[in-house]
């Protein structure tokens, strides 16, 4: 929890009514104990918190079941992603609680819930805010699905606008691959369907932590010889080792910048892939991949990208990172 929740739970500025209580996104560091953890149910589908959560005993599930008195969200950046969760959150609870640094926008959903219903309490602390409310009707704020580009997004995924920059920049420099491919950190299956457009691909594994994103992915790639997982990209292990790695590594943890992240997706595909297998991966041209490459990888080329972002290929893996 936010030191500006516990403030206002523990000075009593806020009370809490009696009964369940639900916790949307919470960031994997955020300290609830000032809840009772019987009363609490995580809402989290992000799989490396969902863990995180579940190690710290919390009942943790992928969306709201039944009614809660209470239900506290913990605001994400996007903008829309953060009006659909406080809907959802709404849809399920007697008292709505919204807590969020000024950085992810608290002051303006707060401005924009205020033409809807007035909050009871709001208090400002360790820049952001908390406020609450008895549920008021959002459905104008739910998200829905929509389609760019012949993709489905939803509301938070991974460049919901339609393709990234990057991706793009891979999918010009990606040649026809074959064998069994995955692809680690899939979001919602751009470069999916150009993999699979080589019928030379046998088997395509897509990974990816964000439920949301996945479910999207397996609207848009519809073709038998993928497979989905719900998973943590930096420890997945296919059934058997692969001939080629796809990725644009996420380059955030929450939300902080954290190149690591990005280093550990490089290692693990340095772990999955055959002794002839290839590694393709975009990046930002200031993200210090090649150093990282070249620790798990024999061979490392650029080999493609633009004024923004590089495209590199790894071969011949080392195993002694394994
Ligand atoms: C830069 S985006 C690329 C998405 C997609 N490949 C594309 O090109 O549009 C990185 C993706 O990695 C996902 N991600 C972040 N951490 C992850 C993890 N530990 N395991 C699996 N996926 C993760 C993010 O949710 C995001 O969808």
Known sequence: MSARLTHALETGALALPEGRISVFAPAPDMDLSALDP??????????????????????????????????????????????????????????LVVDGQKTDGIATI??????????????????????????????????????????????????????????LALVDALPDLSGHVVDLGAGWGFLDRRILASDKVMTLDIVEADLTALDCARENVTDPRARFHWADATRFKPDTLVDAVVTNPPFHVGRAGDPALGRAFLDQAARILKPGGQLWVVANRHLPYEDRLAEVFRDVDKVGGTPGFKVLKAAKPMRSKG
């Open 110 to 167: 707060l401005k924009a819930m205020k033409t809807i219903a007035p909050p009871e309490g709001t208090l400002a602390k360790a820049h952001g805010k908390v406020f609450w409310l008895a549920a008021p009707d959002l459905t104008a704020w739910a998200g829905g699905p929509r389609t760019v580009d012949g993709f489905v997004t939803r509301p938070g995924v991974f460049s919901a606008d339609g393709p990234d920059k990057g991706s």
């Open 38 to 95: 019987e009363r609490v149910e995580v809402i989290s589908r992000f799989y490396p918190d969902v863990e995180a959560w579940q190690a710290r005993g919390y009942r943790v599930l992928q969306a709201p079941e039944g009614h809660y008195q209470t239900a506290i969200v913990a605001l994400p950046r996007a903008k829309d992603a953060a009006r659909a969760l406080i809907a959802q959150a709404a849809a399920c609870c007697d008292l």
